[in-house]
């Protein structure tokens, strides 16, 4: 028995520590816990509502702190028991969807797609189940690689300047999506931090 309790404490511990990180990663100081000492259940409150709704659609049950205050209770907080799922489960339940923007830097782009996508941004850090993670761009088709250049550094400058005017509910990530098997290594030089080198990994796709 001994044990099975030892072994339990170690498992909770884990889980507890998950929930506390994906909280923090996902929320920041939007969101405060309580009772992250010991025990089975968490206390969350939130800077904003509707969070209850949008954990319900991904299969999350919120039990809100109500019913246990005699008088007036802090909105936008509920109890969490995160001893019955897994570490993997507790972070899907908690993060939000990560979006990396394409401002129209690149192939096939004209201005007007980028100032739309660039004006939009505030509205679309309203919705605070995403997490704008960054940027991405496709480079132009070049014969020569280095001629991709121009596009991935436009787009490091872009990001730069963004994240420097944007902060708070609306900060941008520093992500920058860019360079594919024919140019990523001149995208990693001007500051890629994702690369999409399927074909250099796994040759030709098969055509129909």
Known sequence: MERHIRRMRRVYKRRREAFLDAVSHAFGDRATVAGDASGMHLVVRFDAAGVAARAARRGVHLVSTRRYYTGQAPPHEFIVRFTGVTERAIGFGVSRDRLIIDPGIGFAKRA????????????????????????????????????????????????ERLRSRLAGATALGPELSMGMSDDYPIAIEEGATIVRVGRALFGERRQP
Do not use: Q
């Open 112 to 159: 007007e797609h980028s100032l739309a996508v660039l004006a939009g941004l505030p509205r679309l850090a309203e919705l605070t189940n995403l997490e704008l993670a960054g940027l991405m761009t496709v480079g132009r088709l070049v014969e020569r690689a280095e001629a991709a250049r121009p596009t991935f550094a436009a787009l490091r400058e872009l990001s």
